[in-house]
């Protein structure tokens, strides 16, 4: 519950309080977006299945956010950054729709 | 602690534990939970599940959990590395069914003792997890039977109410770490339910929700920045480029359309330009035609001729001289008297009246004397003209008359005539 009131009031403070991004950081801010999405919902499915670990958690959000940040920051310097992130997007993706796939399993049964 | 079948003092006991643990892992895939995918599946990784898994596993939701999952290299694990896992679990659990079984209890959770729980939760850290394999490494033979006798067992474990009864003590520690230690429904969407009320400020919940901050942030930051004008601020290089291409593309597009248009207005501009030229045209002709056709009045510098003949000596070839001499000396508009003097004016004159009866007619209109010419035109061309020697002025002197040419820089010859629309000629193209 806490965790979502997290969620709630991120959204809240980023949409009142327009916080101004580095210029640096911006172009990785969807995709980090993304693979933190990504992770939520590896989590979420996680507690559903009564396996969820706040460290694990914890871990793979942040690895997940950094390394497809690290992905799309290496396409930029080699010249790919837009396939590249279009990549790790679609890699997200697929994962996300697996887990959520999962949940609802979990959730409506079917 | 290697189990070999059929060794033990208490075999059938061991057997039946066995069977019992099996069936509780059962119990845990019925609802997902794979032993060793769990830290894996957390991060939303699909962990390849333990080749016992499968291998007992016809469920439905499962088999569909994998079928993403199996490319994970995850799967690769070697088959005793899942079981040594569960061989832990087993160490830490033992005593826990026994004694639960001994009480003859149904497992109900609170009444685990805290040690237990406890070293269950070491025995099933990850670090504990992940150097287990190694540990167990020996006993994979033992693991690789495993499987043989539990095929018998299977049924008789999962009819008994024993069976079931363990199964939910085994349970509980699998649900516990992540829960917190509630009760957790067998289902998923009771542990949804169980997770979001009542709130409970635990250090799990909180690092979550400071994580679920910076992604609700960052999601929110996103999105209002691609809804902004500013888009362009987080676009890459390459985007960049190409949207100026565009830009650069429709700005010619547009340049062009905005020459056509200018085009198009200088021309409709210029013909409506030569449309009032040619008006203005038009009136200015029309009138200096007027003046030259005597339909408007006129006015201008020119002189004024007076002419006095108290004996009758001027007469109406005399006057048609003094008219040509101005038309040649440059007269514009001519006015004798009230008769204007166009292209077509005549003069006549009763030769039967003589002296000062003498009566002349211009146009049919009798002029009395003094004969008054307004005359517009030079000046100094049109004095002269009068008063050369021998000229006009001069023979009309001859004949006694008094003749006066006053310049003026102001004529007025106001007389007017109808025009009148010929019966013949017709204004022709040139």
Do not use: C
């Not at chain 2, 287990?132 to 043989?148: I, K, L, N, Y």
């Not at chain 2, 999962?158 to 199964?167: C, F, I, L, N």
């Not at chain 2, 362009?232 to 248009?261: F, T, Y």
């Amino acid at each position: 519950m806490i965790a979502v009131l997290g969620l709630v009031v991120g959204v809240v403070v980023g949409l009142f309080v327009r916080p101004v991004v580095p210029d640096g950081v911006e172009p990785y801010l969807p995709i980090a977006v993304v693979a933190a999405l990504d992770a939520v919902f590896g989590g979420v499915r996680a507690m559903l299945d009564g396996i969820f670990d706040d460290k694990v958690f914890v871990v793979s959000f942040l690895s997940n956010v950094t390394v497809a940040a690290l992905i799309v920051y290496l396409g930029d310097k080699l010249g790919v950054g837009s396939q590249l992130s279009t990549g790790v997007v679609v890699v997200l993706g697929i994962r996300i729709f697996s887990n959520a796939a999962a949940i609802r399993r979990h959730v409506f049964r079917a | 602690m290697e189990r070999q079948p059929g060794t033990g003092p208490d075999e059938a006991r061991d057997e039946r534990l066995g069977t019992d643990d099996r069936a509780a892992h059962r119990a845990a895939q019925d609802r997902g939970d794979r032993p060793r995918g769990d830290a894996g599946e957390q991060d939303g990784e699909v962990v390849a599940p333990e080749g016992r898994d499968r291998d007992e596993e016809p469920r439905e939701g499962a088999s569909q959990d994998r079928d993403g999952a199996d490319p994970t290299p995850g799967r690769a694990a070697p088959p005793g590395r899942g079981v040594a896992v569960t061989r832990v679990r087993e160490e830490a659990w033992m005593p826990t069914v026994t004694a639960q079984r001994d009480a003859g209890a149904q497992g109900s959770r609170g009444e685990r003792p805290a040690a237990v729980s406890s070293a269950y939760r070491t025995g099933d850290s990850p670090e504990r997890r992940n150097a287990a394999p190694s540990g167990a490494r020996p006993s994979d033979q033992v693991t690789e039977e495993r499987p043989r006798a539990q095929s018998p067992a299977e049924p008789a474990g999962e009819a008994t109410p024993a069976g079931s009864a363990s199964r939910e003590g085994s349970d509980a520690p699998e649900v516990a770490p992540s829960t917190g230690g509630t009760g957790a429904g067998p289902t998923g969407r009771q542990r949804l339910a169980a997770a979001l009320w009542p709130p409970r400020a635990s250090r799990a919940q909180f690092i979550v929700a400071l994580l679920l901050f910076a992604l609700g942030l960052g999601l929110a930051i996103q999105v209002r920045s691609n809804t902004d004008e500013s888009r362009l601020r987080g676009a890459r290089q390459e985007d960049l480029v190409r949207i100026l291409d565009e830009l650069d593309s429709r700005n010619k597009r547009l340049q062009e359309e905005k020459r056509d248009l200018e085009q198009q207005r200088t021309e409709l501009e210029n013909s409506s330009d030569q449309a009032e030229e040619a008006r203005r045209q038009t009136e200015k002709r029309t009138a200096q035609l007027g003046v030259l056709a005597g339909t408007v009045a006129a006015r201008g510098p020119g002189i004024t001729l007076t002419i006095n003949d108290p004996g009758g000596h001027v007469r109406a070839d005399m006057l048609l001289d003094t008219l040509q001499e101005l038309r040649a000396a440059g007269a514009e508009a001519i006015q004798i008297n009230e008769v204007r003097v166009v292209a077509d004016t005549f003069f006549s004159e009763d030769l039967s009246r003589e002296g000062a009866n003498a009566v002349v007619e211009i146009d049919g209109h009798r002029v009395e004397q003094p004969y008054r010419f307004e005359v517009i035109g030079n000046p100094q061309d049109l004095e002269p003209a009068l008063n050369i020697p021998g000229g006009v002025v001069q023979s009309m002197e001859r004949e006694q008359a008094t003749v006066s040419v006053v310049r003026s820089e102001k004529i007025v010859v106001d007389a007017l005539r109808q025009a009148n629309q010929p019966d013949y000629a017709r204004s022709a193209p040139e």
